[in-house]
Nanobody, 123 residues
């Protein structure tokens, strides 16, 4: 029902920053908890960050904690992932996802998915 369109991916050097955006259409963002997940070649898709409907709760994977920040702007129907101090290990396809649940935490069972955007960190 809801469509998610990501932007902001690209190539960046180690230590640099990047901000991913995810715009929702066909639905109201406030009706969903949101998350960012990533998949590197040969690896399982992993949850990177998640935020509850009311933004009262957030989750971060241990590998990105203190470097990444998830936020949402319901008025703009957009969720963001600010990525700082990027490392080559962060290279992956990043996906935006929406869940009808109140909060997904570390879970990966989302109801809607974006198309994914490539993030490549060089060293």
């Amino acid at each position: 029902q809801v469509q998610l369109v990501e932007s902001g991916g690209g190539l960046v050097q180690a230590g640099g920053s990047l901000r991913l955006s995810c715009a929702a259409s066909g639905g109201t963002l406030s009706s969903y908890s949101m998350g960012w997940l990533r998949q590197a070649p040969g690896k399982e898709r992993e949850s990177v960050a998640a935020i509850s409907r009311g933004a009262t709760s957030t989750y971060y994977a241990h590998s990105v904690k203190s470097r990444f920040t998830i936020s949402r702007d319901n008025a703009k129907n957009t969720v963001y992932l600010q990525m700082n101090s990027l490392k080559p290990e962060d290279t992956a396809v990043y996906y935006c996802a929406a869940s009808r649940a109140l909060f997904t935490g570390a879970g990966r069972n989302y109801d809607y998915w974006g198309q994914g955007t490539q993030v490549t960190v060089s060293s």
